[in-house]
């Protein structure tokens, strides 16, 4: 299984991005998805997920302006990010996991400048 997520970069505080992950090696709507986060010295942490039938659930540091999304036939999921805040900066990396397996992606980078 691969995970290649992309869509990261520089945006200004108050911008947005929209992260995708696209997996292979796998049948993507079968997994559950995740997107995770790690800034610099600290843990990583999660920011939004979203099940195989389709149950969302956000994180407080996401909810209200991430949403979360997936494409089962594209095998893409995607997380679009609005209003975004300095201390968002972090790597994002997506999570694929099915009956207690779990896959990482390499990670995305994301700036937010004040």
């Known amino acids: 299984v691969q995970l290649q997520a992309s869509g990261g970069g520089l945006v200004q505080a108050g911008g947005s991005l929209t992260l995708s992950c696209r997996a292979s090696g796998t049948i993507f709507s079968l997994n559950d998805m995740a997107w995770y986060r790690q800034a610099p010295g600290k843990q990583r942490e999660l920011v939004a997920s979203?099940?195989?039938?389709?149950?969302?659930t956000y994180a407080d540091v996401g909810a209200g302006r991430f949403t979360i999304s997936r494409d089962g036939i594209n095998q893409v999921g995607r997380l679009q990010m609005n209003s975004l805040k300095p201390e968002d900066t972090a790597v994002y990396y997506c999570?694929?996991?099915?009956?207690?397996?779990?896959?990482w992606g390499k990670g995305t980078q994301v700036t937010v400048s004040s």
């Open positions: 979203i099940t195989n039938d389709g149950s969302i």
């Open positions: 999570h694929l996991s099915r009956a207690g397996t779990g896959y």
